[in-house]
């Protein structure tokens, strides 16, 4: 009898995960130390140092860029951690290997993973360190978005020291709205957020509530201040168009237009230029509405939120859908394969694709409360959200993808969905 052929899944999901090979962690760490320390400006502060003590315990940290994990990873050399990682990443053939190598747990952002949950008590039973941006996915638009559903629960079962880290930089170093670099500084603090006892003490909502305002940073506010200059910034505000999308001046959604250093309203003519610590300056014969990304990125969702309670909080757009292959590894820095077509709807009912996958009909809603926000890959050209178990990206045709993202969070929030809005005043 022929054996049979394992899926990608199927091989991902018969692995049982081990802490990763003292050795083997250390060396690479060590070849990465010299690769990327001063690359990034990258310094660090203990204000707990709690790399000697033993045992099992939890690292998590705020997810500021696709870099988080040299940022986090090099200063705690030389205990090696079992990093978690999204689901999808593990298809792609430039991470496949290292992720294998380096015993990484992989974890489907945003919906419940009973493997992932599995494979970490299997870790932390063997008195292994575990690692989470509880977050789900690294920062849209400079600063923390609440963490996931579920990860006080976590912290609350295992019950075992947990520690933080606070990434400053990260953000200006990659911005989420664009794939270039901009080297400047990095600059990270450690310290202690749980020990046993007091987790005993908390509730999960206590222990998210926590874990969120130690956790939050607004890198471009913080620049404000602190005044790094980041290079090659003669082309950032390329692409920004995709994270913000409303006119300040004209109220127009879909007219802005970033190129080189400057950004402009195609309607009205409004328009700001962006330095090299990234702060706005308003251009001839406009005044300064919003200094930062984030200010301007906190009034769109405030927009959304009324243009929901006004009964405007529908939109559609036409998407081609990627999913991930059965056998092969995802090439070329791919994130999944254009499969299907079709129109996506946010509205009160929640998410809805209509099209086509793979020649035939498909079509799937998923309510409000079932999704509370979406995993991106790279940019926000793209998102990707998980239907019965499956993965499913979606490619919009026109730069409408933060728009998607506001709708859905606050109609998910204003349904009584458990994923709500920070507590504190940002």
Not at 72 to 80: A, K
Not at 231 to 249: F, R, V
Request: net charge positive; glycine share 8%; hydrophobic share 35%.
């Amino acid at each position: 009898m022929a054996t049979k052929n394992l899926t990608n899944e199927e091989k991902l999901y018969s692995k049982k995960i081990k802490k990763p090979p003292y050795l083997i962690y250390n060396i690479l760490g060590g070849v990465w130390k010299l690769l990327f320390k001063r690359k990034y400006g990258l310094t660090y502060t203990f204000n707990y140092d709690f790399r000697k003590e033993k045992g099992a315990c939890i690292f998590i940290s705020n997810h500021s860029s696709r870099m988080d994990y040299i940022f986090t990873g090099l200063p705690l050399l030389p205990n090696n951690f079992n990093f978690v990682a999204g689901y999808n990443e593990f298809y792609r053939s430039h991470l496949k290997g290292v992720f294998s190598l380096l015993q990484v747990v992989p974890k489907k952002n945003f919906t419940p993973d009973f493997y992932a949950i599995k494979e970490i008590s299997r870790i932390i039973k063997a008195g292994g360190k575990v690692v989470l941006f509880p977050e789900g996915m690294n920062s849209i638009a400079g600063m923390n978005q609440p963490v996931a559903i579920g990860t006080g629960k976590l912290i609350k079962h295992f019950g075992i020291p947990v520690y933080y880290s606070v990434i400053k930089g990260g953000y200006m170093t990659a911005p989420k709205y664009k794939q270039d670099e901009h080297l400047g500084k990095v600059e990270v603090v450690f310290d202690r957020m749980f020990t046993p006892e007091e987790i005993s003490t908390l509730s999960d909502t206590e222990i998210e509530d926590i874990i969120n305002q130690k956790l939050y940073h607004d890198d471009i506010k913080w620049n404000k201040e602190r005044q790094i200059h980041y290079s090659n910034m003669d082309t950032i505000a390329d692409g920004l168009e995709n994270l913000l999308y409303i006119c300040p001046k004209c109220g127009k959604e879909f007219t802005l237009k970033g190129s080189g250093n400057a950004f402009n309203c195609s309607n009205c003519g409004y328009g700001v230029t962006i330095d090299d610590t990234y702060q706005m300056h308003a251009t001839a014969g406009n005044d300064l509405i919003f200094d930062t990304q984030t200010a301007w990125f906190n009034w769109q969702r405030e927009v959304v939120k009324q243009q929901i309670k006004d009964g405007l909080g529908k939109f559609t757009c036409k998407v081609k859908l990627g999913t991930l292959p059965d056998y092969k590894p995802l090439k070329n820095l791919d994130t999944s394969l254009i499969t299907g077509e079709g129109i996506v709807t946010i509205d009160e009912n929640g998410f809805t694709f209509d099209g086509v996958n793979d020649g035939q009909p498909f079509k799937f809603n998923l309510s409000p409360k079932e999704v509370p926000t979406y995993g991106m890959c790279t940019d926000i050209s793209r998102f990707y959200t998980f239907y019965n178990g499956k993965f499913y990206e979606f490619y919009p045709e026109t730069p409408c993808v933060e728009k998607i993202f506001l709708l859905t969070e606050e109609i998910h929030r204003a349904s009584g969905g458990k994923w709500q809005d920070f507590k504190f005043d940002k």
